[in-house]
């Protein structure tokens, strides 16, 4: 009997959180790779917050998803079968092979890499993949952190800004991350960060303002919503502030309020500047240096908050705009 | 008898719009200049959308006026009496010297500039004052229009849109004015502008939608509200959104909607960036040989709308947050 290819596909477009049943499990034969192709076992899948975009076709940044198509997910496995003259039976890879235990590639239609045998897999697809590229990018283009500088960073103790955090104490910075849970703070002070935020028992304003006297040169945004209004309240003059994600709104049904005190910019002469990694394709190169070497010195600590079994790949999405994981959400399949 | 100084003080922190009764007429005697003063007789004021924040001390980004100041304001008048070794009587100066029709300076507080002898007072204090300034620093530092590109402007026949868009031009790009009233679009067209929206009879959405169905490169806002929200949602990608003012906020008595769309700087790998002129100060000497320059050759045009009597000037406050101005609106002392 024939392998079976176990995926899951795109049943509808969520409605407010995602729900179970918004993807559909589907098996269907595992087919053999033609001429050029290569087949892929899957070993890990890493969900994203944006998913819930990519499911709502929203933003327009990457190719439309249709009802029914397997959902887009980034994964790590193993060529299994090759009929192409660079991926050998045995290597490593890592690419957006979707949510499915087995992928037929060709390296062309969507970049496809090798993963370095010295790397382990959950780490390759965590800090060394979009969720680190995000960081460095964001960070190198946008945040500008300099020695002295105070950053700020909501959704601290998620892959990216886990990341971005320790990025910006080895700039020097004096870093303050906010977090919704005692565990995930007592992490991020673990990482270095220099002051902790529980953004759900603390008041974050009153917090912000005792720690940022001069204001914040950085505010690094996960999360949008009322935590971008309060960090724009505490801006410093010339201050940077990354959109990187909005996971309070993901999840909304209806218009949700955008950022009252964006007059702020002005009078700090201050910038927001949004950005999909993609746009930052070029950087990736430095990207993956800087962040192998930080790796290998130990000088950046990381994460991966691991279910198990392929079926549980809905549920470690859910978790993710729950905030139940700590570090990057993965699936070993 | 001593000759008079006829001032508005501020008497009251406004509320909503900007009431007569919010500026205190006020005579004092007109003091003779000390050793290094000079002693200036008001031909001209300006007045500025800005002054709403200067009368709340919102922003911070200027020294606090309290109840009883002279209210603050641009003005160029001409050197009555001096005991100032670089100022003298008979100099054409230009400075920060108050809603008064005298006011004593010496030139170390606050900048005082000679003004040009072949340059009309009207035309120094509008296009060549903090409104031209403030049209270039904004676009060279932020907006950066390169040829082909499309640049939409809003508040576009105040003093400051109307410059931006006519230096949009000169950078080759497409130029979209928005402004309300059609006397307000036919003088924008006159100007050069591509394409003129009434926001007050046509549907701006629905128009930027057809307009620009490739994105719009630079937005420049100088109302926020619906218009900011509006624009937010057609950005071409890479886009730049030069916050200068809020009129639409100016009077509000609650607190203010924020931009709904601002996620899209996320998706457009956009950056929305806010200034005060002030922060550009470096840059002024030259934005003021640009705009000399284009004055010269006749590539910029301009209108100051002149009120006639130093006790017109509350009057003409309110005039700029009816929209009722064309170009800068200034006061003839």
Redesign the interface.
């Given at each position: 009997m024939a392998e079976m290819n176990r995926q899951f596909l795109l049943n509808a477009r969520p409605v407010g959180e995602v729900k179970l049943s918004d993807l559909r499990y589907h098996e269907t034969a595992v087919i053999e790779p033609g001429d050029g192709e290569f087949l892929v076992e899957m070993q890990y899948l890493a969900v994203e917050p944006a998913m819930r975009g990519w499911m709502e076709n929203?933003?327009?940044?990457m190719a439309p998803l249709e009802i029914g198509d397997v959902m887009r997910s980034f994964g790590l496995g193993e060529v299994v079968q090759s009929r192409h003259p660079q991926f050998a039976v045995g290597d490593r890879v890592s690419g957006t092979f979707g949510m499915q235990t087995h992928a037929l590639a060709n390296g062309a239609d969507s970049p496809v890499s090798l993963v370095d045998p010295d790397i382990e897999s959950a780490t390759y697809l965590g800090v060394l993949g979009v969720t680190g590229l995000t960081a460095y990018c964001g960070m190198t283009a946008?945040g500008k952190p300099e020695a002295g500088e105070t950053v700020l960073v909501s959704g601290a103790a998620g892959a990216t800004g886990s990341v971005v955090g320790q990025m910006a104490k080895l700039a020097g910075c004096r870093v303050i991350g906010i977090a919704g849970s005692q565990v995930k703070c007592d992490w991020l002070s673990r990482l270095g960060f220099d002051e902790v935020i529980n953004y759900k028992t603390e008041d974050v304003d009153q917090r912000i303002k005792r720690l940022c006297p001069n204001g914040v040169d950085v505010y690094w945004d996960n999360v949008?919503g009322d935590l971008l209004?309060v960090a724009l309240n505490h801006l410093a003059?010339g201050a940077r502030v990354v959109?990187?994600?909005?996971i309070s709104?993901y999840n909304a049904t209806g218009?949700?309020?955008?950022?009252?005190?964006?007059?702020?910019?002005?009078?700090?002469?201050?910038?927001?500047?949004?950005?999909?990694v993609s746009?930052y394709r070029k950087m990736f190169p430095e990207a993956v240096q800087f962040l192998k070497e930080k790796l290998r010195a130990g000088q950046l600590q990381h994460h991966e908050d691991i279910l198990d079994g392929f079926e549980q790949t809905p549920v470690a999405l859910q978790r993710l705009f729950r905030g139940e994981n700590l570090g990057k959400q993965l699936v070993r399949v």
């Open positions: 929203r933003g327009g940044y946008i949008g209004d003059m959109i990187c994600g909005g709104r218009p949700v309020p955008g950022p009252q005190n964006y007059f702020n910019l002005v009078f700090k002469n201050a910038l927001m500047q949004g950005f999909v746009h």
